[in-house]
T-cell receptor, first 114, second 118 residues
């Protein structure tokens, strides 16, 4: 069965520091992978997605993620965090091999210190 | 961009009553929509797939008689929590895929509805 693991429940970084949020997935074939961000009072916003091709994908707000098949990972990175990046981040895999039914990880809550 | 709205954003009801939550795709049509449930500080769990013109498909463990889904049009899906009880209190989120509308292989999410059952 497909699953997504986000090992870090909470992460705190200083503003301007680099960030890496970890995501591991379990899926038999080439997965459709997503990172979403959830801010209070707002709907989930897509940061980036990977379906195929270049394993390093660029997203919005300066985020990027790298798909590593050998490690079953899709970690999210940002070189310099801004205070406005504080939010909940979810990694997800398309359950049916597409982008429809999504299976989400537990989420990582990011706090940013000034 | 694609926008999905939900109404109401918050609802408080008494135990035993039914509550209807609406999910609308504002600027695109969606033959399929999805309903998720999110418990505090937890992830989103897919509840069901709402299909326009046909019955919804429920995930294992989700009571279809408790959570009634109606996809009345290409822009509206409703979730009715029947005979609500305190354990149904949760954050309900809907999503709609943008593919058929030419918006890419992406799910667009509503802002969610906070249900509190007293």
């Amino acid at each position: 069965a497909q699953s997504v693991t986000q090992p870090d429940i909470h992460i705190t970084v200083s503003e301007g520091a680099s960030l890496e949020l970890r995501c591991n997935y379990s899926y038999g074939a080439t997965p459709y992978l997503f990172w979403y961000v959830q801010s209070p009072g707002q709907g989930l916003q897509l940061l980036l997605k990977y379906f195929s091709g270049d394993t390093l994908v660029q997203g919005i707000k300066g985020f990027e993620a790298e798909f590593k098949r050998s490690q079953s990972s899709f970690n999210l990175r940002k070189p310099s965090v801004h205070w406005s990046d504080a939010a909940e981040y979810f990694c997800a895999v398309g359950a049916a091999g597409g982008y429809n039914k999504l299976i989400f990880g537990a989420g990582t809550r990011l706090a940013v210190h000034p | 961009g694609a926008v999905v709205s939900q109404h109401p954003s918050r609802v408080i009801c008494k135990s035993g009553t039914s509550v209807k939550i609406e999910c609308r795709s504002l600027d695109f049509q969606a033959t399929t929509m999805f309903w998720y449930r999110q418990f505090p500080k937890q992830s989103l769990m897919l509840m069901a797939t709402s299909n326009e013109g046909s019955k919804a498909t429920y995930e294992q463990g989700v009571e279809k008689d408790k959570f009634l889904i109606n996809h009345a049009s290409l822009t509206l899906s409703t979730l009715t929590v029947t005979s609500a009880h305190p354990e149904d209190s949760s954050f309900y989120i809907c999503s709609a895929p943008g593919g058929l509308a030419g918006l890419g292989d992406t799910q667009y999410f509503g802002p969610g509805t906070r249900l509190t059952v007293l």
